[in-house]
């Protein structure tokens, strides 16, 4: 289970050096040291990001844009090597960068996380690669669970977030992935996720503040 993080610089950065999300990342390819995971990370408090870890592998991302549609509001993520993560409202919409890529995710009867109550069902299709299998239609199931005794949260306690687990048909072949609430104003955030893009490849992502 790892990232292949790719050492390739982003065309944007190279283009417009003096946009937000260039900085960001300029910023974070002087924070995050290949294969030193454990050195101090400077993070500029100017922008959000994400902790990303991969087994014992921490990797920041930095909040590039939002990608507002009808849907619903779209974070693009970057990390200084090059992968991109697509979140809406807490789960991956997309992800680029990475032996396994998905590539688009639509989403069908997606229920609020208010409303999911003991148990509610939901439509997901992938687009993935390599192999550039399209339209994978997947049943889902998400319910509330007890905060699990193992994660990869840091400066917070589990016990004091609501947890989900979310499964998908046995025929993708994908592991359960779970999602952590925090209430944040008034408003329920995702705030912590484990999940896998393919049976070899899991992670997990907690929001962070420099």
């Given at each position: 289970m790892r990232f292949l993080l790719l050492l390739m610089p982003f065309a944007l950065i190279a283009g417009c050096a003096n946009s937000p999300v260039s900085k960001a990342v300029l910023d974070l390819s002087h924070a995050v040291i290949p294969g030193a995971a454990t050195a101090p990370i400077r993070l500029n408090p100017a922008f959000s990001y994400l902790r990303v870890q991969v087994e014992n592998?921490?990797?920041?991302?930095?909040?590039?844009?939002?990608?507002?549609?009808?849907?619903?509001?779209?974070?693009?993520?970057?990390?200084?090597?090059?992968?991109?993560?697509?979140?809406?409202?807490?789960?991956?919409?997309?992800?680029?960068?990475?032996?396994?890529?998905?590539?688009?995710?639509?989403?069908?009867?997606?229920?609020?996380?208010?409303?999911?109550?003991?148990?509610?069902?939901?439509?997901r299709q992938r687009d993935v690669s390599p192999g550039y299998r399209y339209g994978l239609r997947e049943a889902m199931s998400i319910y509330p669970i007890a905060p699990p005794p193992r994660t990869h949260l840091k400066d917070i306690d589990p016990e004091k977030l609501n947890w989900f687990e979310e499964v998908?048909?046995?025929?993708?072949?994908?592991?359960?992935?779970?999602?952590?609430?925090?209430?944040?104003?008034?408003?329920?955030?995702?705030?912590?996720?484990?999940?896998?893009?393919?049976a070899d490849l899991c992670f997990s992502w907690q929001r962070w503040h420099a």
């Open positions: 592998r921490e990797v920041y991302f930095a909040l590039g844009y939002q990608d507002r549609s009808p849907a619903g509001t779209v974070e693009v993520w970057y990390s200084a090597g090059g992968e991109v993560l697509r979140l809406r409202d807490g789960r991956v919409v997309g992800a680029s960068g990475m032996k396994t890529e998905w590539l688009a995710v639509r989403l069908e009867g997606l229920p609020d996380w208010n409303a999911i109550g003991a148990r509610a069902e939901f439509i998908a048909s046995a025929s993708s072949g994908l592991p359960t992935a779970r999602y952590a609430m925090q209430n944040i104003s008034g408003k329920t955030v995702v705030i912590y996720s484990e999940i896998c893009l393919d």
